[in-house]
């Protein structure tokens, strides 16, 4: 949970005033996320989400995911839209940080996660990735392949103080990926941390993709592993071949996979399970007294890791070849 | 900021199903608040606050608090309303906590203190207290005077590692307010925690009081004098004379002040200065690693609390009297 900045009342005020959204009504800082501050804005015109860019989020990169929402939005995927002011612009700066104002998405993310949900996100994936063709702008993935070596080099070592033996395993598994990791798979904008906390729900069906601040150019399938990752494990860390299969072959329905994309699932399993366990290993190792947001534990991705690292090939998923 | 509880989204549906509140759109936790988990519940019925109560309120309490906002909203005080199930309770349990649902209140808290504001205050606190007059149900407080004494004993020889000399300091004002606390002051309903995070504005109106889990039952110049020191020091901790003086004649434009209360709110601020003084105390000492909500500096009202204890009378407020 996490609210970094406090936002003044007359602040705000001002700064809505920018606006066609009639009077501000209300604004509270919401408790989830945790790269940015984000506030439940109430105006005269209804509820909008408000973010300042904390630290973590380059400036430089916000016109990337602000063009991006608005593109994926004009093709109608279900995302927040960016609210312009009156001058037109959408990304401004409000208490020394860059801001915007975004459409507010009805829905909730999936707590427990049923097959029906693994079904809805593949297809909506799918149609993230067909948007996201005509789209014109890029951005490099900063937690691709290099930046797994870079944040090994800063984390690694202390791996062993999370598990005796991790340093070694990753060190390892970086090498491996270093050689193996396809160099000419399907390209285009993958949205690249669709984790649950990320998809609404309304009842059954899927009502909008939130969280565009990992977004980048990288190889499709790669989204793909993310989710098979971030979606397809029980609790107890088991692979659930029922929600991957429901998860891909909705896939598929929208944008069929080739047979590379396909061969190459579970070596981008392996790549997207050692992002998060680096990421994560990262934050475990660099806790600060008083943060206001709780590591996750990177043990997790470990396990994740092994089991994709087991696999003779994407069959074991539940998937079609 | 705090969000304690999570909620699942089928456990929620579930809950708000028993409601005539439609479909839920979002829950999203609030950062805001330090006591309960707080949640914004959008449903096809508009905005709702969900509040899980938590372990330091007491459960026996709650039906006094829930009387007591219906009570006043029906006096025409602008506070938040509980939301009755189609049963008729508003209280309920969710995640194994006790629940209720309230109205929600558009408006923001004033982050920087403008004399208008303390204003509005006054007025407002004058009518809830005579909104008070006719509820039928009473709490005694349990952080006044023989609260104070528990909690010193709790944590007051520790005083010194905050400040040498605290403790010392605490033992002789608690022996000087058990001996010249008044007894006979009028009584009644009182909000006893009304600082600036609990009452909301819309430009320049006061829309709204909220947060009423402290309410009891006490001396009602003890609530302005809570006020006096929330809401009349500046930033630098300086005493802002003008401010008090409005909140004061606000006040008893819509409720008279006795002479006796009157020339006891030196007294009663020392004792509130000292409630706050205490219970920020005890936090700041019994800090835990991994807390979500950062203790507030216990030697702010160690300041106030000298403040008025150099008082000669209520006219230092800048009160008539």
């Given amino acids: 949970m996490a609210v970094y900045t406090e936002i003044g009342d007359d602040e705000l005020r001002a700064f809505i005033a920018l606006y066609d959204l009639g009077e501000v009504l209300a ?13 439940l804005l109430t105006t005269g ?8 860019y904390e630290k973590r989020v380059a400036r430089g990169d916000l016109p990337f995911f602000i063009a991006l929402m608005d593109h994926l939005a004009r093709q109608g995927v279900a995302c927040p839209v960016p609210v312009r002011a009156r001058d037109g612009e959408a990304l401004r700066e ?6 915007a104002i975004v459409t507010f998405l009805n829905g909730m993310w999936p707590r427990r996660i049923d097959p029906y949900h693994c079904a809805g996100l593949g297809e909506a994936l799918a149609r993230l990735h067909r948007a996201g063709e005509s789209f014109d702008m890029a951005r490099p993935n900063d937690l691709g392949l290099a930046g797994w070596r870079r944040l090994y080099e800063g984390c690694g070592a202390r791996a062993g103080d999370v598990q005796p033996g991790l340093a070694d395993e990753l060190a390892e598994e970086l090498a491996f990926l270093e050689n193996a990791w396809p160099r000419d798979l399907p390209c285009g904008v993958i949205h690249a941390d669709l984790f649950p906390d990320n998809v609404f729900f309304r ?3 899927l009502s ?28 107890d860390l088991s692979f659930n071949v029922t929600k991957a ?13 080739a047979a590379a994309e396909l061969a190459a699932l579970p070596l981008l399993a392996r790549g997207s399970a050692l992002r998060f366990l680096l990421t ?41 070849p």
Avoid: M
């Avoid at 909008?208 to 609790?235: K, M, R, V």
């Avoid at 299969?245 to 996979?257: F, K, T």
């Avoid at 475990?284 to 890791?305: C, F, H, I, M, S």
């Fill in 94 to 99: 409000l208490c020394g940080r860059p801001a």
């Fill in 203 to 205: 009842d059954h069906e």
């Fill in 27 to 39: 604004c509270k800082g919401i408790a989830e996320g945790v790269e940015n501050s984000n506030y």
């Fill in 208 to 235: 909008g993709l939130i969280d565009f601040y990992f977004a980048c150019t990288d190889f499709l399938a790669y989204d793909i592993a993310i989710c098979l990752n971030a979606w397809c494990f029980e609790p």
């Fill in 245 to 257: 299969r429901l998860l891909v072959s909705r896939y598929r329905a929208v944008r069929p996979l």
């Fill in 280 to 320: 994560r290993l990262y934050d475990w190792l660099n806790q600060t007294a008083g943060a206001l947001v709780r590591p996750k534990d990177p043990l997790e991705y470990v396990r994740k890791l092994r089991f994709h690292r087991g696999l003779a090939g994407p069959e074991a998923y539940g998937i079609d």
């Fill in 45 to 52: 015109c209804g509820n909008f989400i408000l973010t300042l």
